[in-house]
C-alpha cells in the first residue's frame, strides 16, 4: 500500500516563499510519475505541476511556470515542491499524487493518479 504524506505548509506573507514535501512509503518513487495539485475554497482541484519517474521531464502549470519548481530525491523517497514568489491567489490546500500506469505524456488530470496524499494547508496573505 503507497502512503504519501505532505508537509511544509503554512503561512506567509505575499512575495514569500515555501517547500512543500511529500513523504512516500510503501514503494519507491521511481515507480511513479508524481505530481502536485491544489484546491482553493469553492474552487475545483487543480494540477500545479509534475515529473516524470525516469527522464527527470517536468511540467508546470502556467499559472506557476517560474514561480514554483517540482522535483524528487529518489534517495529519500520524497517528492517537493519549491514556491516562490507566492501570491495570495495561491492560497490552497495542496496534495501530492502518484501515477502507478504512466503513459506518453505526463499526467496533469487528477483522474491519472492513483494514490494522494491528505494534504497541506498553504496561506498567502497580501
Known amino acids: 500500500q503507497v502512503q504519501l504524506v505532505e508537509s511544509g505548509g503554512g503561512s506567509v506573507q505575499a512575495g514569500g516563499s515555501l517547500r512543500l514535501s511529500c513523504a512516500v512509503s510503501?514503494?519507491?518513487?521511481?515507480?511513479?510519475?508524481m505530481g502536485w495539485f491544489r484546491q482553493a475554497p469553492g474552487k475545483k482541484r487543480e494540477f500545479v505541476a509534475a515529473m516524470s519517474r525516469s527522464t527527470g521531464t517536468t511540467k508546470h502549470a502556467n499559472s506557476v511556470k517560474g514561480r514554483f519548481t517540482i522535483s524528487r530525491d529518489n534517495a529519500k523517497n520524497t517528492v517537493y515542491l519549491q514556491m516562490n514568489s507566492l501570491k495570495p491567489e495561491d492560497t490552497a490546500v495542496y496534495y501530492c499524487?502518484?501515477?502507478?500506469?504512466?503513459?506518453?505524456?505526463?499526467?496533469?488530470?487528477?483522474?491519472?493518479?492513483?494514490?494522494w496524499g491528505q494534504g497541506t494547508q498553504v496561506t498567502v496573505s497580501s
Open positions: 510503501g514503494r519507491t518513487i521511481s515507480n511513479y510519475d
Open positions: 499524487a502518484a501515477d502507478r500506469v504512466g503513459g506518453l505524456y505526463l499526467p496533469v488530470a487528477g483522474s491519472d493518479y492513483d494514490y
